[in-house]
């Protein structure tokens, strides 16, 4: 499966928020787009996975038949944004074990009063039910917000969205990103300039006018080697984001 954008432009209130020419990710790949904070990551999440219409252009979907559409509930019921600002990040002062309950929720996994806490558990999270959602390691979050959308049957692709934003190195929630590309999922990963640097993207000075400035630029694609089909969606990025939190403890 593909995610292609054309033409996108996306108009604000007071001037362009987005200005893509071509944009595509496939299922097991793993894009990086940075751009400074703004609502240029916005407005290209929302309009990849079909949460937004923008003012010109197009978001479609190339099906595992090569068959495309423009159908965005099919685009929406594929795609999953994590952790987007003011969209789908959860409050900082929740507790994980809710976040967790709301997520298993909105994958129809149950709510039971325990489900929460065994899904923690199989992921050597249960230590974390009480911790408030800013108390751990930004690498940790990415990767429990991750998994938690994973969870929902449909999904074949996921918007990663500013995780540099929580501290740590970039190589860590980098890693998770990939980890899903390896699995099978397409994956789009947005983040600060500086950060595309520390990941060794050579990018262009930000120049042009005010679009282009807010517009995020490709700075790596890649496609990871697949690995065991056995292991589930999810347990690539748990394991590495686990081992990240504990190196960021010692620190």
């Given at each position: 499966m593909r995610v292609v954008l054309e033409d996108v432009k996306v108009q604000g209130r007071r001037g362009p928020l987005l200005d893509i020419d071509h944009f595509s990710v496939d299922t097991g790949e793993c894009v990086l787009m940075a751009g400074e904070p703004g609502q240029g990551n916005t407005a290209m999440a929302l309009v990849a996975t079909g949460r937004l219409t923008p003012s010109g252009g197009n978001a479609s979907l190339v099906r595992d038949d090569g068959t495309t559409t423009h159908d965005k509930a099919e685009l929406r019921q594929l795609t999953a944004v994590v952790d987007l600002p003011a969209v789908s990040e959860p409050d900082d002062a929740v507790p994980v074990g809710t976040v967790v309950a709301e997520g298993l929720a909105l994958a129809r996994r149950g709510s039971m009063p325990g489900e929460p806490t065994k899904w923690l558990r199989t992921h050597d999270?249960?230590?974390l039910r009480s911790v408030r959602m800013d108390a751990i390691p930004g690498a940790v979050r990415t990767a429990l917000l991750s998994a938690l959308v994973a969870e929902r049957a449909d999904v074949r692709f996921l918007v990663l969205s500013l995780p540099d934003r929580h501290g740590g190195e970039p190589v860590d929630w980098w890693e998770i990103a990939q980890s899903y590309a390896s699995v099978g999922y397409g994956v789009l990963v947005q983040c600060g300039r500086s950060s595309a640097r520390?990941?060794?993207?050579?990018?262009?000075?930000?120049?042009?006018?005010?679009?282009?400035?807010?517009?995020?630029?490709?700075a790596v694609r890649t496609r990871p080697q697949p690995v065991d089909p056995e292991r589930?969606?999810?347990?690539?990025?748990?394991?590495s984001a686990w081992l990240f939190g504990e190196r960021e403890k010692d620190r």
């Open positions: 999270w249960e230590q520390d990941l060794g993207a050579n990018l262009p000075a930000a120049r042009g006018d005010s679009a282009r400035q807010v517009t995020p630029v490709e589930s969606p999810s347990d690539e990025a748990v394991d």
